[in-house]
């Protein structure tokens, strides 16, 4: 089925095609106009925006970043409940924390995203104790206590990331583009949200329950590295 929704989107994109393609068309002339009134040089638009370097590796990042955050919606309390022993409670408390810290990061890094010149160094600073913590999780049986507060930190860090992200996709857009690129990007959150929970199920499944953390923690790490390389391609004018 998810298959199916793929390729009727994709179908959708074709026969709108014309809707995406910036500008109008303009009628020939003999003469070139004035230098003070020559229109400038439209940005790249249409498809070959979306398929340009710097998009296609924020779609990646939404695949690799929205598996992470799928997979500990999904299969956090099951992997808590198996690995870490913990009660059903607890394991329910821990993701109810994570979703309190994410949305306590995003107003941080909504703070965060505007008071920066550069988006990378920033990002992967919040992110990669988030990741220590996950790596943490996969390796160590916790306390209960200890394994809320560690569930919630890397909420947070989740949370804090998400503006600098959103941010660095708008510096990268041209104006009037911004909906269809951010509409675009997304759909890469939806392959990975596809995606994730048949891996991650197949790893409960063999009795492994703290692989759930691991794959989680690598895909973040990846989704950090696309962000360090499309970050030269974008110009920031702050």
Same mark, same amino acid.
């Given at each position: 089925? =998810?298959?199916?929704?793929?390729?009727?989107?994709?179908?959708?994109? &074709?026969?709108?095609?014309? !809707?995406?393609?910036?500008?109008?068309?303009?009628?020939?002339?003999?003469?070139?106009?004035?230098?003070?009134?020559?229109?400038?040089?439209?940005?790249?638009?249409?498809f070959a925006l979306l398929?340009?370097?710097?998009?296609?590796? $924020?779609?990646?990042?939404?695949?690799?970043?929205?598996?992470?955050?799928?997979?500990?919606?999904?299969?956090?309390?099951?992997?808590?409940?198996?690995f870490h022993e913990s009660?059903?409670?607890?394991?329910?408390?821990?993701?109810?924390?994570? $979703?309190?810290?994410?949305?306590?990061?995003?107003? =941080?890094?909504? @703070?965060?995203?505007?008071?920066?010149?550069?988006?990378?160094?920033?990002?992967?600073?919040?992110?990669?104790?988030?990741? =220590?913590?996950?790596?943490?999780?996969?390796?160590?049986?916790?306390?209960?206590?200890? !394994?809320?507060?560690?569930?919630? $930190? $890397?909420?947070?860090?989740?949370?804090?990331?998400?503006?600098?992200?959103?941010?660095?996709?708008?510096?990268?857009?041209?104006?009037?583009?911004?909906?269809?690129?951010?509409?675009?990007?997304?759909?890469?959150?939806?392959?990975?949200?596809?995606? &994730?929970?048949?891996?991650?199920? @197949?790893?409960?499944?063999?009795?492994?329950?703290?692989?759930?953390? @691991?794959?989680?923690?690598?895909? &973040?790490?990846? =989704?950090?590295?696309?962000?360090?390389?499309?970050?030269?391609?974008?110009?920031?004018?702050?």
């Amino acid at each position: 089925a =998810a298959g199916v929704l793929g390729l009727l989107a994709v179908a959708a994109l &074709i026969v709108g095609r014309g !809707l995406l393609v910036e500008g109008t068309p303009h009628t020939a002339s003999t003469e070139a106009p004035p230098a003070d009134r020559r229109e400038p040089v439209p940005e790249k638009g249409g498809f070959a925006l979306l398929l340009s370097p710097p998009i296609l590796l $924020f779609l990646l990042f939404f695949i690799l970043n929205s598996s992470a955050s799928t997979g500990i919606r999904t299969f956090s309390v099951t992997a808590m409940m198996a690995f870490h022993e913990s009660s059903l409670t607890v394991a329910n408390a821990a993701l109810t924390g994570y $979703f309190v810290g994410t949305s306590t990061g995003v107003l =941080a890094g909504g @703070w965060l995203a505007d008071r920066v010149r550069r988006y990378d160094l920033p990002m992967a600073c919040v992110v990669l104790p988030g990741v =220590a913590v996950l790596a943490l999780l996969g390796g160590y049986v916790l306390p209960g206590v200890g !394994l809320i507060a560690a569930v919630v $930190f $890397f909420g947070l860090t989740q949370g804090v990331m998400r503006p600098l992200r959103d941010v660095l996709i708008m510096l990268a857009t041209p104006p009037g583009s911004f909906g269809k690129v951010r509409a675009f990007v997304n759909m890469g959150g939806h392959v990975g949200s596809a995606v &994730i929970p048949v891996f991650l199920g @197949w790893l409960i499944d063999q009795g492994e329950p703290q692989w759930v953390f @691991w794959p989680i923690a690598a895909g &973040i790490l990846l =989704a950090i590295g696309t962000i360090f390389i499309v970050h030269p391609m974008v110009k920031i004018e702050r």
